[in-house]
């Protein structure tokens, strides 16, 4: 939270006004944060005696009970604003919606529940929309009283969301913390496949990895971040990877992903400091290794000379007309790169494209593009899909159609039969936003966490 200091004093001419502003929050590791037993995010609130919830739909048709009864037990008067989230619903209308459910001067606690939001957005004190085509273009700096980390939310979140987020801890120990590099390449695709070992059956290694590497990460952004809180400073080791992307991320027909994108300006970003001589060809391989592993892009056929020009006279408007291009030298440290003629970048990026040939896919990821759940118009609809479930079962019991079978096309389940419970001509038939109860397109658990922060 932010305390303001101020004082005025009578000048010949006038007034003169000193104010200083004094920036403190905290940041909580808490497994199961609304787990009863834990009673510190009610502490928070005990002052207060009442909550105010702004959370995404998909969140709270997952744990909304589990909060609802938290709240209950430690009798705070709870009060939910549900929003879609992503980037489609991070609008002006979506923040005057949230500015009608609050009170005036209200502080306000983080909960974030995805990798993305865990380890990166979480560390920024920025809140911000978007307007127009511009992304984080109206907002403010304005800190909270506490963050509170809980990565059991991992345990439900998609596989693609988690790789998604693993660019961000590549982006900041590939140039700043080495030792989380090392682990991140150690244990790459059990930390994806075991939801940075909070999922069932994940051995205790790899927690004991990822619990050093997400603490490291957080405790390195912070020491980067917090003396640039107001991102007045412009040359950024976490900048790495969006010198170009905020260009390209957007260029497909349907976007990529976040993380896809930082990754393909990172990989091509090596790519360049390592034909400048930064980067040697070993820790190059070794780092272009690790994106192709984790499944995240290093290139895209869209990522193309044009739209490097673009991108390059885009950023440099942003930085007071420099490039400012973070890139590591070596892996663990940072060089940032003014001088690079447009001829460089351009031989730099056919020879990343003639490398590409050597990886899968062309260097393209997995599941790269964005998907309803990114774009903040996806619902999961769990309850829906139980009631619908068990209507199902009704029907084919009292036809007696195969004990209740159903079958699933097109995004509804039906009983299958000619005559439904409910004189439907398919008995039980209704749409559902994730496709199937058990989730064809998102999984039953739908993208629950949200899109990214």
């Not at 430690?74 to 549900?82: A, S």
Request: hydrophobic share 35%; net charge negative.
């Amino acid at each position: 939270m932010s305390d303001l200091t101020a004082s005025v004093i009578e000048t010949k001419n006038g007034f003169h006004v000193d104010g200083y502003e004094k920036i403190s929050y905290d940041f909580t590791f808490l497994d199961g944060v609304f787990d009863i037993k834990n009673r510190q995010l009610a502490e928070c609130y005990q002052d207060w005696g009442r909550v105010l919830a702004v959370t995404d739909m998909n969140v709270f048709d997952m744990y909304g009970e589990q909060i609802e009864r938290y709240f209950e037990h430690y009798n705070l008067e709870l009060k939910v604003h549900k929003t879609k989230i992503g980037e489609k619903a991070k609008t002006i209308p979506t923040f005057l919606s949230i500015v009608d459910s609050m009170t005036e001067n209200t502080n306000f606690i983080r909960v974030p529940t995805t990798v993305i939001g865990l380890i990166d957005a979480s560390v920024s004190i920025k809140v911000a929309v978007n307007y127009g085509n511009y992304k984080n273009r109206l907002g403010a700096y304005h800190a909270p009283m506490h963050t509170f980390l809980d990565f059991t939310f991992l345990r439900t979140l998609p596989v693609a969301q988690i790789r998604n987020g693993f660019a961000e801890l590549i982006k900041i120990s590939s140039c700043s913390h080495l030792p989380t590099f090392d682990l991140l390449d150690r244990y790459c695709e059990q930390l994806i496949n075991t939801a940075f070992g909070r999922g069932e059956g994940a051995p205790d290694e790899v927690r004991d990895a990822a619990d050093k590497i997400n603490r490291e990460g957080i405790h390195e952004m912070l020491k980067l971040e917090t003396p640039n809180l107001h991102e007045i400073g412009l040359d950024r080791v976490i900048a790495y990877g969006h010198t170009w992307s905020p260009m390209h991320e957007l260029v497909p027909e349907t976007p990529l992903r976040h993380g896809h994108a930082i990754s393909i300006d990172m990989a091509y970003s090596a790519t360049l400091a390592n034909l400048r001589g930064l980067l040697s060809d070993k820790e190059h391989c070794r780092l272009l290794s690790l994106f192709s592993r984790a499944g995240l892009s290093m290139d895209h056929p869209q990522f193309d000379e044009d739209i490097l020009d673009k991108g390059t006279a885009a950023i440099l408007k942003t930085r007071d007309g420099k490039l400012r291009a973070a890139v590591p030298n070596p892996i663990g440290s940072c060089t940032f790169l003014n001088d690079v003629s447009v001829e460089e970048l351009t031989v730099a990026l056919r020879r990343h494209k003639e490398i590409m040939k050597d990886y899968p896919r062309n260097g393209e990821g997995l599941e790269a593009f964005v998907d309803a759940s990114d774009t903040g118009y996806t619902e999961n609809n769990r309850k829906e899909a139980e009631a619908l479930e068990a209507a199902a079962a009704k029907a084919g019991s009292l036809n007696g159609s195969m004990n209740g079978d159903r079958v699933v096309q097109g995004g509804k389940i039906m009983n299958g039969q000619a005559d439904g419970a409910n004189g439907h001509a398919n008995g039980v038939a209704e749409k559902l936003a994730n496709g199937s109860a058990e989730g064809l397109t998102n999984g039953f658990n739908g993208f629950t966490n949200g899109a990214k922060a």
